[in-house]
């Protein structure tokens, strides 16, 4: 099977791409042709919904082969219910005509652009040139809404020379005409394309049946031209039949199509039927023996199944696959699984990883599941299809199995992404308590790091100490080490200055570090990380706010928002402090409130912490209440706050100018605002430093110490 790689896409499965094959008995049906050219030309969508076998899809071929320019096709499976793996396909379908956008979604997908936007950049990448986009199978998105919204988004934005093609045997909650405007969406159903007694007629004598009458055929089935062409009119003599089916066209299946075939020639379908496109090699790979023999047998039969031109390879009819499938299940448990084991073997050989884990998944091979889930969940994660790695985790990684170490890394990635601290130190304790915790460390930087990380968000430093002793020097070490400045003086002025950005996951960290410590220039960039793009987007609005460039933060604030990404940090401190620079109280007061929460549901005592730090900085600043600020700064600092020294810092900072407000110390504020510039001035931390200094200034005038009080605002 043809496949190609993608720019960190790992590989495509080619023939998802390719125009189907049309069959080599064909009936032309010029009434459908005329009506689809039209309709394409007219309008911006088609909207094709009916029932399998009505011709759909090959009322579309044979359209499309009018159009006179290029044509995107991607057929849809299963798997595509993954928002970021169906715009991986979506662009490589539209990158095969359209330059521009190879990589685009790759690209956009590390940036962390939410899902409907990528489609919207992939859709407008055609430009000024004309691409017919043709989504086949559009049923195998129902209930996945993410993936939804990316087809509407694909229609919303696409430019006028972008017509696009949707097929689709059921419903779904796609408002097309909100999207593509009322005047522009034609919508084709069962009616039009159901046979006319003239189309069934020359069908039937394509097939070589000479004995049914064409106009009760359609009368019979309603123009079905799957019935017609496979005599499913007949259906109640079929039920009861060889096949004992209850679905008429199973029964007709049974009795009428595979009833009639040699042992060896079913069996050879049945076995097969987990493939998309069967072909001698493919076929041998399931323990098919003789395959490519019986394929030729099999052309020589009047079969639903379409053969690429040429070749041996073929490809089955969806209802007719559907049925062999359904054959295949019925067999015993350890037969089928024996099968679908063979299936994901093959799918390894020939690089699709995903998919094979979803086969190993199924014939309940979890070793062979891990095996693959460990090379592509990575891949998995990269692109935000979060919903597909947690379902794998929760097969391959049970706490205390071998899979939860081997993927331990990726389960804790997966709780930094959805920024559930606790349950990234849940994990780690739980490995600690079945003997592996130390061994990860050793084995895996990244599995260590991200330990550490969720460690130092508990407040549970010495754990965080352990694990990075016991982790070969690597950048995600340096990266946690470098976080570990925030918390002492003496790492922060050691032996780890600040890590250059490795391109890995951990960078994130660093960039979180950097804003920080007030390295605002470094926090601006964007990285090349698809972590760091992701988890270092509040700290990119924070630099905008810091530096004074408010307008430009609030914009880049609210599409972040729209992507939910970091939604603890991003409401719980970022949010309420640009509010709070912006003035706008009630704002300011409404996102922190829906931080808090959010921070609460991380389980991170530092985000609480500094969460109750804008909090107070909320009440000095703008209600200009020194005592419910000096409340809250107590509360932090009876959590616990003072065990890391930038919390120490930031408690000092705003405790001074709440005394100076209440002017109920002096004494004390100079005493806390010294220990702040002397602390951030020590460790090289400059985020606050210039808000203390004047802080301490001001303090240091009241003394009546003017000397000080010049040498602080300097």
Not at 34 to 60: D, P
Not at 110 to 135: C, K, Y
Not at 532 to 541: I, K, L, Q
Not at 683 to 691: M, S
Request: aromatic share 6%; hydrophobic share 45%.
């Amino acid at each position: 099977m043809s496949r190609t790689r993608g720019r960190s896409a790992g590989l495509i499965i080619r023939s998802k791409l390719a125009v189907p094959p049309l069959a080599e008995r064909l009936v032309m049906r010029p009434r459908l042709n005329q009506l689809f050219s039209q309709l394409i030309n007219q309008n911006r969508v088609v909207w094709v919904a009916a029932t399998a076998g009505t011709g759909k899809t090959t009322a579309i071929v044979q359209a499309a082969a009018t159009w006179g320019g290029p044509i995107a096709w991607l057929t849809l499976d299963g798997t595509d219910a993954a928002p970021g793996r169906l715009l991986i396909y979506l662009e490589a379908a539209i990158a095969a005509h359209v330059p521009d956008a190879a990589g685009l979604a790759s690209s956009a997908l590390t940036a962390r652009i939410p899902h409907p936007e990528v489609a919207g950049l992939l859709a407008e990448s055609v430009g000024d040139e004309d691409l017919l986009l043709v989504l086949d199978g559009l049923e195998n998105l129902v209930g996945a809404y993410e993936a939804l919204d990316v087809v509407g988004a694909v229609v919303r934005y696409a430019p006028v020379g972008l017509k696009v093609v949707l097929l689709t045997r059921v419903d779904l909650p796609i408002d097309l005409s909100a999207q593509a405007g009322v005047d522009r969406v034609a919508t084709i159903g069962e009616e039009d394309l159901a046979f006319t007694p003239e189309e069934a007629a020359g069908a039937l004598v394509e097939a070589g049946i000479t004995d049914i009458d064409a106009s009760s055929a359609v009368e019979a089935t309603g123009g079905w031209v799957t019935g017609v062409l496979f005599e499913a009119w007949h259906s109640r003599l079929h039920i009861s039949g060889t096949g004992g089916e209850a679905d008429p066209l199973h029964g007709y299946l049974a009795s009428q199509i595979l009833a009639k075939l040699a042992p060896e020639e079913r069996e050879f379908l049945i076995v097969s039927s987990l493939l998309d496109e069967v072909t001698p090699s493919r076929a041998a790979a399931l323990g098919q023996s003789n395959a490519g023999d019986l394929l030729v047998r099999l052309r020589s039969h009047h079969l639903p199944v379409s053969w690429i031109s040429g070749t041996y390879r073929m490809r089955c009819h969806p209802r007719f696959r559907e049925y062999l499938v359904t054959c295949l299940e019925r067999r015993g448990k350890a037969e089928v699984q024996a099968t679908r084991r063979a299936y994901g073997d093959l799918l390894v050989t020939e690089g699709h990883l995903e998919e094979a884990v979803e086969q190993f998944l199924a014939a309940e091979e979890l070793d062979r599941a891990v095996d693959a889930a460990e090379v592509v969940i990575g891949d998995v994660l990269d692109r935000l299809d979060f919903v597909v790695a947690e379902r794998w985790l929760g097969y391959l990684a049970p706490p205390g199995s071998s899979g939860s170490r081997r993927l331990g890394p990726a389960t804790l990635m997966l709780s930094i992404a959805r920024e559930d601290y606790r349950k990234g130190v849940a994990i780690a304790d739980d490995l600690q308590a079945n003997g592996v915790r130390d061994d990860l460390a050793r084995l895996s930087p990244r599995g260590g790091a991200i330990m550490a990380w969720c460690y130092w968000h508990l407040d549970r430093l010495d754990d965080m100490r352990a694990v990075i002793d016991l982790a070969p020097n690597s950048p995600e070490i340096d990266a946690v080490r470098y976080l570990l400045s925030l918390a002492t003086r003496r790492e922060a002025t050691g032996a780890y200055p600040a890590p250059t950005l490795s391109g890995g996951p951990l960078d994130a960290l660093v960039m979180r570090v950097h804003y920080a410590h007030g390295r605002l220039s470094e926090v601006s960039k964007m990285p090349d990380s698809p972590w760091a793009a992701a988890v270092s987007a509040p700290w990119r609005v924070g630099a905008l706010r810091a530096t004074g460039r408010l307008t430009e933060a609030l914009e880049l604030y609210r599409s972040a928002d729209a992507g939910h990404w970091a939604p603890a940090w991003m409401h719980g401190i970022v949010g309420p402090e640009l509010m709070i620079d912006l003035e706008d109280t009630e704002e300011a007061q409404r996102v922190l409130a829906k931080g808090q929460g959010l921070v609460r549901a991380s389980g991170s005592v530092v985000f609480e912490w500094l969460n109750r730090l804008i909090e107070a900085k909320l009440e000095l600043r703008l209600n200009h209440d020194p005592v419910a600020a000096l409340n809250l700064l107590e509360q932090v600092e009876n959590a616990g706050g003072r065990h890391y020294d930038f919390i120490s810092e930031a408690l000092d900072t705003w405790k001074g100018p709440a005394l100076l407000l209440s002017r109920s110390d002096n004494d004390d504020a100079v005493v806390m605002l010294r220990r702040a510039v002397n602390s951030m001035t020590e460790a090289n931390r400059i985020l606050d430093l210039p808000a203390a200094a004047i802080y301490l200034a001001e303090a240091e005038w009241r003394q009546g110490d003017l000397t000080e009080s010049d040498a602080a605002a300097d």
